[in-house]
DNA sequence: GATGAATGAGGATTCATTCAT
DNA sequence: TATGAATGAATCCTCATTCAT
């Protein structure tokens, strides 16, 4: 007699303990939250949770590793295969992306990162090899394809790939930190886009 | 001659005291540094640091306090003295004081409000007063400035000054987390000042 | 066979944290005694204390209540029923009642109520309601009806019920501090219900 | 050049210090009362504390001695000395120093005693030698007089004067605890002393 | 003598982790 | 597997006492 109501939730608990872990890191961050809150979050035991992660530090780990496991590839593919030409790819599908990411679980992240980074050096490692590093050589490449494709001009902009960050990293922070005071993260992205195509096209 | 394990310095103390405990929170964090800790970096009895800062909160408040006070005023008041053309302003002094910044103390005042933050609210409006509303609001009066001196034309930046501030933060933040991976923050802020000139210059 | 040094009792757990503090508060007083002792003499490990009592104070309160608790209403039930003539039985059940007082778990409750009481001004309250004012109400019940019987006269007596607690409370009071001096607690309680009789007789 | 007022608080210094404790001790217990507190009182830095008394067992003991070297013997003397036959002394002269005592430092030394008492076993001594064992002793000999002289018969009241202590002690208890809930102390007193005399006299 | 800054042992409380059930 | 009672190391904070000034 099969009970595969029971059975998929032993699938699903790792996944929806570390998603209760998320939230309440995202709360409270990591220190200041306790397993057991995790635990009632996720509707599952104390003890239950030292079954699947075996320490505080494990969840901690596998948090970070599963929001960053995500959409990682989508911009990156999206990149290789448009046939947008290269400002049009800029204005649309590059923006649209950066501007969500400051409401995304990547804010979180970073937040957790920052938090507690300087403990985990391989967490951090993790994330640049997986997601930061990634990304940069995306955008990197993009621009030397537009160079290539007598789009852009050469300049120290794909040097810096960090230049399309800088806002998105700004916007993360700042509704981190000051979501009091509105800023309109979409429209601070759409000038940085603006400047960097000014400076930029050929 | 060993130095004499009791000693009175009213007067120092609470500086001293800060500082040491800006140290260990730049090293450890809010929460994993032990005010015993800051004790034995300021040559101090546990007990002597609850005479000065009545809990480890208080202490902490007053390290970003202390952090703060300094010179917050600097760049404002050479804006409004500077008798330098707008660019050259931006390229001089402006970009000197934005290089140094993700290697001073905001960095880490940045940091610990991030990770505690939530929890204290009012430190946060205290530094948004006191810091980046300032800090931005004398840069938005300097482009607007240079636009009404027919330097600059009109255009969304003079309502988006944390564009400035973007390869700024993006240093610090790649500073704190990726301090392996160099970067040439100095360059970046760079590359960010041409490319605004560019956009802006009439 | 070392006893297991694990062990699951739930339901017997507050009781006997309950009675080890009771044990250890008689000794040492509130104050002096740390909560550390009071979980090595109930056997438990002292992170559990605080799984069943949230702070010190509360368990505190939970040992002079589960003290109440006990034979309150012992007294005030007999009073009622006896069948008694009204010195026949102040000769017997009352003063039965009143010698075992101070001998009792009662006498520690008093120390404590005493030395913590003005902390605690809602258990004071909590005790005067459950045992002091019921206490003495019916005593003054059963003065009243000896009055109505025609057995006693009508005299200041019921106006004072604190007459029959008075060397009660010396009782205790004297055991507590003077325990090296023997006082025959008995007979004074005989010898002043013998005044009281007197008095009051018709 | 004399300096006088100087050298007088020089040598009041120790009754402030202990008046001041006294009050201390009166209001919060002695557990709960910090030696600094205790010189704000009394007008003092903590560290002269320390000169008059060595440690903070020392105050206490200090401070019950000298509310007891007061009119301990006013009683004892009045009893020898007095003209009046027994009845008036009793409810005169005795009577009034009854019920001064519920409201007097005695009450404050004996809530002291009952908390603190058990680990200075030699102030317990130290009182009961020099207080109560000479009041009961007192009382003792003026029924024997009264005894003697025919105004009162042979009864165990000779045996027990603590039947005259009784209702103050109630007293004191109550005032104690009980403040709010009113009790008529000198009533309750006046009617011990009517049924004590009705018991006793010849 | 007088001050109050400085010390440090002691004690309450928290919370990650274990383990009997 | 799943539970949550039980453990104890870790940490904040207090306060009697000391000592440089």
Redesign the interface.
């Known amino acids: 007699m099969p009970e595969p109501r029971y059975q998929r939730r032993k699938q699903a608990r790792p996944q929806e303990i570390t998603d209760a872990a998320f939230a309440a890191f995202a709360?409270?961050?990591y220190?200041?939250t306790r397993v057991e809150e995790v635990a009632k979050r996720a509707g599952v035991s104390k003890g239950l949770m030292y079954l699947y992660f075996k320490t505080k530090e494990e969840l901690f780990k596998a948090v970070i590793r599963s929001v960053v496991m995500r959409r990682v590839d989508a911009l990156i593919e999206v990149v290789e295969d448009t046939e947008l030409c290269s400002e049009d790819f800029m204005r649309g599908p590059m923006a649209d992306f950066m501007k969500q990411v400051p409401g995304s679980p990547v804010a979180v992240v970073?937040?957790l990162?920052?938090?507690?980074?300087?403990?985990h050096p391989e967490l951090?490692d993790y994330y640049?090899e997986n997601v930061?590093s990634r990304g940069l050589a995306a955008i990197t490449r993009f621009i030397d394809r537009g160079v290539k494709r007598g789009e852009f001009r050469k300049t120290?902009?794909s040097?810096?790939p960090?230049?399309f960050?800088?806002?998105v990293?700004?916007g993360m922070?700042?509704k981190?930190?000051?979501a009091k005071?509105s800023?309109n993260t979409d429209?601070?992205i759409d000038?940085?886009i603006?400047?960097?195509l000014?400076?930029i096209k050929a």
Chains 1, 2, 3, 4 share one sequence.
């Open positions: 709360e409270n961050g220190a200041a970073i937040r990162l920052i938090s507690e980074g300087p403990r951090v640049y930061v120290d902009v040097d810096f960090q230049l960050l800088a806002p990293m700004l922070i700042w981190l930190l000051f005071r800023l429209k601070l000038t940085q603006d400047m960097i000014a400076y």
